[in-house]
């Protein structure tokens, strides 16, 4: 039997209610809560695919409606309606339709925090990113609360993957997704990407010309309206030397490829001008080998670019005088944090910040 059904683009709330027996409805973009369901994209991971399936029916689909519809998902008096075989309940959100559901909030919602961990270890082995940003979106959609460290956990995970792209998309689409730079651990991690995209490429022309374009293309998004609100004060990642020196780095690997250097000059020049906004974090917490590790993995790239950008603009310019100035602040602090790592950090250790010091270091260009 076809399913009847209810346009309820003209119905107000009690109204609804009583047509709740009917088991088609089509909401209206002006009776929606957000719009169609972000699209998610089938995998290689069977396992993938199952978890994001499942945040899909369980989670982002019942954000989408208005309340009548979600009391028909989890009142056990709809159970009836919902689960009859002539004839299925079902939902239009713009051109998809869905099948309704009986839900209970404990026994069929996954915990964010354990789903998000595993979501991300799956697009590692899978090497799929394209959901990344369609998966933040309906969390942030459905209230999911994603903390600090769980959006620096999933920049990074992409980074490494050398899916800066998938980054960059994020950011774009902030109102949305969620990522931003209004937490500086995940404005760092975000702009650290450049970096690494830069040596998973081997420091080659092309690989430094794809790194130095998301890098500009970061420090745009920076100036964004949407962005630009949520960073203040001393967590204004434009004011950060440990930002603005990644730009630097990017410059100068790119004159020393052939390009241009007045990028590199103004990046120098702004990075004088906040060198001292960074001081507090350039102090090692004892043989704290965590501090230690963190230390690295923030002022290595700033080292590597003042390296770099001394060998261009030339040792006894004004520029590369404040350039050795920077420099003599930074090289005792990398050799003191990494002699900590080496006599400190356990075996299984997280070594990220050492293992990206020790291959600066051999770069050559």
Sequence with gaps: MAALTTDLSHCCRPCLRR?????????????????????????PSPELNTLL????????????????????????????????????????????????????????????RKSFRRVLELMQESGDWRNLGGW??????????????????????????????????????????????????VAREVVRGATVKAGLEGWSEAGVQRAARYAEVVWE?????????????AGDAKRRPEVVGVLVQMGAA??????????????????????????????????????????????????????????????????GKSLEKMRLDLEPLLQNAEAVMEAHAPDGGARRGLKMYESLRKVSM
């Design 53 to 112: 399936s499942t945040f899909r029916t369980t989670v982002f689909l019942p954000s989408h409606l208005i309340k009548p519809q979600r009391d028909l998902l989890y009142k056990k008096k709809h159970i009836a309606l919902l689960t009859a075989t002539d004839e299925p309940a079902t939902v239009r959100l713009g051109a998809e339709v869905h099948p309704l559901r009986p839900l209970t909030h404990i026994k069929d919602e996954p915990n964010t």
């Design 254 to 319: 790119r004159a020393k490829k052939g390009g241009e250097v007045e990028e590199l000059q103004r990046f120098v020049d702004l990075l004088v001008g906040v060198w001292e906004n960074g001081r507090g974090e350039m102090e090692l917490q004892g043989e704290d080998w965590w501090d230690a590790n963190e230390k690295l993995l923030l002022w290595a790239p700033v080292w590597h670019g003042i390296t770099l950008a001394q060998d261009i603009l030339g040792a006894q310019s004004e520029r």
């Design 221 to 233: 998004l920076m100036w964004d309206e949407r962005h630009k609100r949520d960073m203040r004060g």
């Design 136 to 185: 933040l979106e309906g969390l942030r959609g459905a209230g999911r609360k994603v903390e600090g460290w769980m959006m620096e956990k999933a920049v990074r995970a992409a980074n490494e993957a050398g899916r800066v792209d998938v980054v960059k998309e994020c950011l774009e689409r902030v109102e949305k997704t969620g990522v931003g730079f209004g937490d500086l651990r």
């Design 19 to 43: 047509l709740i027996p009917h088991r088609s409805f089509t909401t209206s973009p002006a009776r929606r809560k957000h719009g169609a369901l972000p699209t998610l994209h089938e995998t």
